[in-house]
């Protein structure tokens, strides 16, 4: 619709305009219903019974049962060991460097006894038998006749009941000596307390001469043995430490002494081996070696230990009172099996102390198990 305009509203003179005009609509605010809250609804499950399966039987299988190798524990007590051991040393006055010799070694024998827990007396007599063949009296020193583990400073003990007198004695009766030491029907009253009947016996004589006793040296060697029990003959032996065959010996330091030439000593020599003792050299500048070895053999504790059953070798334990003892590596200490005779053997550094408990455990070769 077109709408004439008034003056003075357009143009100048007051003249009209003449144009559209824009009507603004009128605008109603909507209506509105109230607002209604619908709760909500909650959908109830259904429950279904679970189906009830039943499970398929199967056929029982039988297992074989594992077979598993027989296993053997072999157990031994290492013997509890006592060992008289006396002590014949040549009381002569040439002999006066190799006693000296003797009491500065002593230290190692005693020092394997100890070592291997061994319970032992120590006694010293002389070479000497009187016109009124009289001898074989323990000698003493400090009060002492007879060295015990109990007894204190041992060495110098020993140092000092060695260290006989200056004599000019020609004849060496050592073998009389022993006899007279030991036998009952001739003991001495100093003498009493030395050998037990329980005990290992192990005589030893120092000597740059032979023996000068009447009777023949198996004689000698029944005597001693007959001082042990009824089967236990074996534990008594006579060890020598003198000159040996076939020439004897000269001591180091007295070639040039004139009459110091020793002589083999065939008759302590002989006894020696009737009884399986030790034998060595008197002229030795150093009897350290001879004495330890001595001292193992006078020691002597169960080295072999049979097994009651072919082992498998690389199972083999052996333990010692619980603690595990390794096989002899290249040092040697440790022990070994020996196929032929079947039994583990200890070697010297490491045999079972007296008393100890060996468990030896391994599996059996059931291709040879007895």
Aim: with cysteine.
């Amino acid at each position: 619709m077109l709408v004439a305009a008034g003056p003075g509203c357009g143009e100048p003179g007051g003249l009209p305009a003449i144009g559209p005009r824009v009507v603004a609509p009128r605008l109603l605010p909507p209506s509105t219903t109230r607002p209604e809250l619908e709760q909500p609804r909650l959908a109830q499950p259904e429950l279904v019974p679970a189906p009830v399966v039943t499970p398929p039987l199967q056929r029982a299988v039988v297992v074989d049962p594992l077979l598993v190798d027989p296993y053997q524990v072999d157990e031994y007590s290492q013997k509890v060991l006592k060992v008289d051991v006396l002590w014949i040393v040549d009381n002569s006055g040439s002999m006066a460097n190799e006693r000296s010799l003797l009491a500065a070694s002593f230290q190692h024998f005693i020092e394997e006894l100890v070592q291997r827990h061994i319970d032992y007396h120590v006694g010293v007599i002389s070479t000497q038998v009187d016109s009124a063949a009289t001898g074989g009296e323990l000698r003493e020193a400090r009060g002492v006749r007879v060295i015990t583990p109990q007894v204190a400073d041992q060495v110098a003990l020993f140092a000092e009941l060695v260290d006989f007198p200056s004599g000019s004695e020609r004849l060496e009766q050592g073998l009389a000596a022993m006899r007279l030491a030991l036998d009952e029907a001739m003991l001495p009253e100093a003498n009493r307390d030395f050998l037990r009947a329980d005990s290992a016996l192990a005589v030893v004589v120092v000597s740059d001469e032979d023996d000068g006793s009447f009777g023949h040296p198996a004689h000698y060697a029944r005597f001693l043995q007959r001082t042990r029990r009824p089967g236990d003959e074996r534990l008594a032996t006579f060890s020598a430490i003198v000159g040996l065959p076939p020439d004897g010996c000269v001591p180091e330091g007295d070639e040039e002494v004139f009459g110091a030439d020793v002589p083999p000593a065939t008759r302590y020599l002989a006894v020696s081996e009737l009884t399986g003792g030790v034998s060595g050299s008197i002229c030795l500048s150093d009897f350290e070696p001879l004495l330890e070895r001595l001292g193992q053999r006078v020691g002597a504790l169960n080295l072999i230990f049979p097994l009651s059953a072919i082992p498998v070798l690389d199972t083999l334990a052996v333990r010692v009172d619980g603690r595990l003892v390794p096989p002899a590596g290249e040092a040697g200490a440790g022990w070994r099996y020996h196929a032929d005779i079947r039994a583990v053997v200890f070697d010297e550094e490491s045999v079972p102390p007296s008393g100890r408990t060996v468990r030896i455990a391994y599996v059996v070769d059931r291709g040879g198990a007895p």
